[in-house]
């Protein structure tokens, strides 16, 4: 019998908060609900945004954290979108048989002194420099950015003040966040897991679709010599898409199994958790975190996406809001979906999920938060344009439809699943996503197909942001609420809707109310993804019918420390106490600590062993 890919623990950070235990999902849907949810979710946030709380949480801390989260104005302590700073070349000519002369330190003499230039050295090291004809200089200076919305992690959030973060890009300490975030959300010691697997059977794929393209990072490389900087040993790379997930193995779980990312521009988190779900699937693996952390709210990255007229510009969201009387851009509602919109908003995020067998989270009492039993990626095949629609996401759409379908049936399908679309706020993507969906909703018989897009709160956060959407998927199983589409008050005339049911207000279904719920992700250059997320009530009964009822009974049993462990790491971390895993030089091992045979691989920390003896598939073809 198949393996099931469940979610033991989950975690993270953006612009809503803190993942783990639907802290950031509560943010979305803060006005829905009961007072001690709310505080429960206002007590998290001033935790993560290091705010001193003595006593009850006034009106006013309140208002504060609710303008400090989500979608806002890039906050001037990242940096100043009204004082961005630049470069200016400057060509100019000494005035006549005139010299133009500047006098400087020595050490800021070119290596090579142009023809026109005459140097003379003067006292402490400076000298004196005339210049005949032409001169060219560089002249610092600042201009307004075109765009000043983002969505930004909580105001007084920093990932790198939580662990020793040694000129680590932010992309990277949000990993070391997210990771770790995830793995203590379980309730199940990383060390107990270990004890049960071998040390082959643990995979982590992670990664970002951008790279670290911040000053620690490329970024830094790359400007270094055009900034008179010295380029250091850790920019390279650190830069590298992929370091997420070496950070993750080095740093959080000493793992040393399978590793990678695969880098499907934004369905990079879809791509990564199919890999996912196959390994647990074909018991390549029985534990995976995986995940992605992108940190591209910088001016350089949003000047590029701007260039490809993709970001909604602060002029255009004004043209959007003509006739309201507003003098400034309505930021809060820069993102749009599927209403009358004019680009995306980028978005900072770092999102992880622990998937095992269902089989491994039994036997340790693992909570089940949901299962992800099928991710679908096509391409879209000959195309007029890189950055035009194809044909792929109808085959990933219909696919998940289908997977639906053929394990919980069409009436589940037609009455209780539901869509997290990838929904990005710029007109082509209203259209062609819309009538992606509406067309299979018809192809399948669903009259009225809900929609959420949650990049109306938090953004587009490229790589990482299906699993925005999973973490809001996770919340929906939890308190029975499908998030609106709160920053629109209409759907755009062009948007195809026939058979599908968009909502500015949350929607509330219940906790079992939907079976399940599919992730759309729609990648530049024709990387498409869907995945089916399956919620736990309907996953418990799968393990109840394929374990037993005497196994689950003892699961249960396990399950309540599980809880008490978890919910003990959620109050840390809600008064501000808990802290990311980081172990740096910790355990370092060399050959002397593994024993070799020639049948196995013996690890410490792992109970079970790397098997040599595993029969070839091919073996029978030279029989």
């Known amino acids: 019998?198949?393996?099931?890919?469940?979610?033991?623990?989950?975690?993270?950070?953006?612009?809503?908060?803190?993942?783990?235990?639907?802290?950031?999902?509560?943010?979305?849907?803060?006005?829905?609900?009961?007072?001690?949810?709310?505080d429960r979710t206002f007590a998290s946030l001033a935790s993560v945004m290091k705010m001193r709380i003595n006593g009850a949480i006034s009106a006013d801390q309140r208002q504060f954290m609710l303008d400090h989260t989500l979608i806002r104005r890039i906050e001037a302590d990242w940096f100043e979108t009204d004082k961005v700073r630049m470069n200016k070349r400057i060509s100019a000519t000494a005035v006549g048989d005139q010299t133009a002369s500047f006098v400087t330190k020595a050490r800021n003499l070119p290596e090579i002194i142009p023809p026109n230039w005459t140097v003379t050295a003067l006292a402490n090291n400076t000298a004196r420099v005339d210049v005949t004809g032409d001169l060219e200089f560089m002249m610092p200076t600042t201009?307004?950015?075109?765009?000043?919305?983002?969505?930004?992690?909580?105001?007084?959030?920093?990932?790198?003040?939580?662990?020793?973060?040694?000129?680590?890009p932010r992309g990277l300490q949000?990993?070391?966040?997210?990771?770790?975030?995830?793995?203590?959300s379980m309730g199940v010691p990383w060390e107990v897991v270990c004890q049960h697997v071998a040390p082959d059977q643990v995979s982590v794929y992670a990664g970002s679709a951008m790279g670290q393209l911040d000053a620690d990072g490329h970024g830094g490389m790359l400007g270094a010599r055009y900034n008179d900087k010295r380029t250091t040993s850790k920019h390279c790379p650190f830069g590298l898409a992929e370091m997420s997930a070496d950070f993750i193995n080095a740093y959080v779980l000493g793992s040393m199994g399978n590793t990678g990312t695969y880098v499907g521009a934004c369905a990079s988190f879809l791509y990564n958790l199919r890999q996912a779900v196959n390994d647990i699937k074909t018991g390549v693996a029985r534990v995976v975190v995986v995940g992605n952390s992108e940190a591209p709210v910088l001016s350089d990255v949003m000047d590029g996406y701007a260039a490809m007229g993709a970001l909604a510009t602060d002029q255009a969201l004004l043209a959007?809001?003509?006739?309201k009387g507003l003098t400034q851009a309505d930021f809060r509602r820069a993102a749009r979906p599927f209403s009358d919109n004019c680009g995306f908003t980028i978005a900072e995020s770092s999102q992880y999920i622990v998937l095992m067998d269902d089989a491994l989270a039994v036997e340790l009492g693992a909570t089940v938060y949901g299962a992800v039993t099928d991710v679908f990626v096509n391409a879209d095949g000959h195309k007029k344009s890189i950055s035009s629609p194809g044909v792929g996401n109808y085959l990933t759409i219909a696919k998940a439809a289908a997977s639906v379908r053929a394990l919980l049936g069409e009436a589940s399908l037609r009455q209780r699943s539901y869509m997290h679309a990838h929904g990005t706020s710029t007109p082509q993507n209203r259209v062609s996503e819309s009538h992606i969906l509406n067309e299979m909703a018809k192809i399948f018989g669903i009259e009225k197909w809900p929609v959420a897009a949650v990049k109306a709160y938090v953004g587009h956060s490229l790589g990482v942001s299906a699993g925005d959407q999973l973490m809001a998927t996770l919340g929906t199983w939890a308190d029975g609420i499908i998030p609106g589409i709160a920053t629109i008050d209409h759907i755009a005339a062009d948007v195809y809707d026939s058979n599908l049911a968009f909502s500015s207000a949350h929607v509330e279904v219940g906790r079992e109310?939907?079976?399940?719920?599919?992730?759309?992700?729609?990648?530049?250059?024709?990387?498409?993804?869907?995945?089916?997320?399956?919620?736990?009530?309907?996953?418990?009964?799968?393990?109840?019918?394929?374990?037993g009822a005497a196994t689950m009974k003892q699961y249960?049993?396990?399950?309540?420390?599980?809880?008490?462990?978890?919910?003990?790491?959620?109050?840390?971390?809600?008064?501000g106490e808990a802290l990311p895993i980081y172990k740096f030089d910790h355990n370092v091992m060399s050959s002397e600590n593994i024993e070799f045979t020639a049948s196995k691989i013996k690890v410490p920390g792992y109970l079970g062993a790397i098997d040599l003896d595993a029969p070839s598939p091919y073996a029978d073809l030279l029989k």
């Open 556 to 575: 249960f049993q396990l399950n309540e420390t599980t809880k008490d462990r978890a919910a003990t790491y959620d109050d840390l971390a809600v008064k």
């Open 1 to 38: 019998m198949a393996h099931i890919p469940v979610i033991t623990g989950f975690g993270g950070i953006n612009g809503a908060g803190r993942s783990s235990f639907h802290h950031g999902y509560r943010r979305l849907i803060i006005d829905a609900l009961n007072q001690q949810q709310a």
């Open 143 to 168: 201009r307004t950015a075109s765009v000043q919305a983002a969505g930004q992690l909580p105001t007084g959030f920093d990932p790198g003040a939580l662990y020793p973060a040694r000129s680590h």
């Open 174 to 184: 949000m990993a070391v966040y997210g990771a770790s975030d995830a793995v203590q």
């Open 320 to 323: 959007l809001d003509a006739g």
């Open 513 to 547: 109310g939907m079976d399940a719920a599919i992730l759309n992700s729609k990648g530049f250059g024709g990387n498409n993804a869907s995945a089916t997320v399956i919620a736990p009530h309907i996953v418990n009964k799968m393990l109840a019918n394929k374990h």
